[in-house]
């Protein structure tokens, strides 16, 4: 949907893109008193697949109540959410945190068996610089390959271990959470998650349009070796991350960012050591990739 003004249950907002490949900013748009998802809401959503809903005053309940307007909540497998609100999880990152939460490039929960279909993100405190966000579409990373590599990629399947301990310095993923400031929410139901395995190639369930389904949480292709896959792994995590294919979303005191998990990568960029950061954080529950 091209740039300009539209209306959303006699609400007047406008659309403006952040880059050529994906990404736009919202603006005069009041999300804490919609009662629905319009068409053209849902539209603007699958066209730019990352929006940056600015001016926004949400608590909790009101967060969590805009994020059901886009489908059935998808609870984090690994921590708990807020005791008045448990399906908004808080995202915390102390001046002393050793590392950022998200700092790979990842699409959420690609560890799951229905990776979520959307993540909704809302700033509560901001560092006074930096924290920005970067999102890659990976279905111009997709199309921009050649007819031959699409080809040989058709077949191939992405093998995605939660338990894997061969990238998060010898921990599975909830051991890596447990060794910073976000161990307090740990629920611990998942010490044995089971492994999932999607498409390389993802069809997006709305748009028909194909993507490459890859991101850090992928650690092989399925029926082959970690030595096998990585040369090709590696290309492919490099490709998606070419200025071309990317935006990147600057935070503002009451910007709400939600992107579509299943043609987007993300990445949190880690440039405010020392600052702290506190953001909300709902995703909606998605389906089987195909």
């Known amino acids: 949907m091209p740039e300009g003004v539209s209306k959303v249950k006699s609400q007047e907002f406008s659309v403006a893109p952040m880059a050529g490949a994906l990404g736009a900013e919202v603006h005069g748009l009041d999300a804490s008193v919609l009662t629905g998802l319009s068409a053209e809401l849902n539209d603007v959503f699958l066209e730019h697949k990352v929006l940056a809903i600015r001016g926004q005053d949400l608590n909790p309940a009101s967060f969590l109540a805009f994020s059901k307007l886009w489908g059935d909540i998808h609870f984090y497998p690994y921590m708990t959410g807020l005791p008045e609100e448990p399906e908004v999880f808080e995202i915390r990152t102390a001046p002393d945190a050793k590392r950022v939460f998200g700092n790979r490039w990842h699409s959420d929960q690609m560890y799951d068996a229905h990776p979520c279909k959307a993540t909704l993100l809302y700033a509560q405190e901001l560092p006074p610089v930096g924290g920005d ?32 301990k061969t990238r ?37 369930p709305e748009t028909g349009r194909k993507c490459l389904f890859v991101g850090d949480q992928v650690q092989r292709f399925d029926g082959l070796t970690l030595e096998e ?54 995703t909606i529950a998605g389906d089987t990739p195909y």
């Open 133 to 164: 966000t970067v999102f890659t579409d990976l279905e111009a990373s997709y199309e921009a390959l050649s007819e031959g590599m699409k080809a040989m990629l058709a077949g191939l399947r992405i093998h995605c271990d939660p338990g894997d």
């Open 168 to 204: 998060y310095g010898g921990k599975t993923r909830a051991e890596w959470y447990a060794g910073d400031d976000m161990a307090v929410k740990l629920n611990g139901k998942d010490a044995a998650p089971p492994v999932a395995i999607h498409p390389l190639v993802r069809t997006h």
């Open 229 to 282: 896959s990585a040369p090709l792994l590696s290309y492919l995590m490099t490709h998606i991350q070419r200025p071309e294919f990317t935006c990147r979303v600057r935070w503002e005191p009451g910007t709400l960012v939600m992107w579509d998990n299943r043609c987007t990568c993300h990445y949190a960029v880690a440039d405010y050591v020392g600052q702290f950061r506190r953001m909300h954080r709902v």
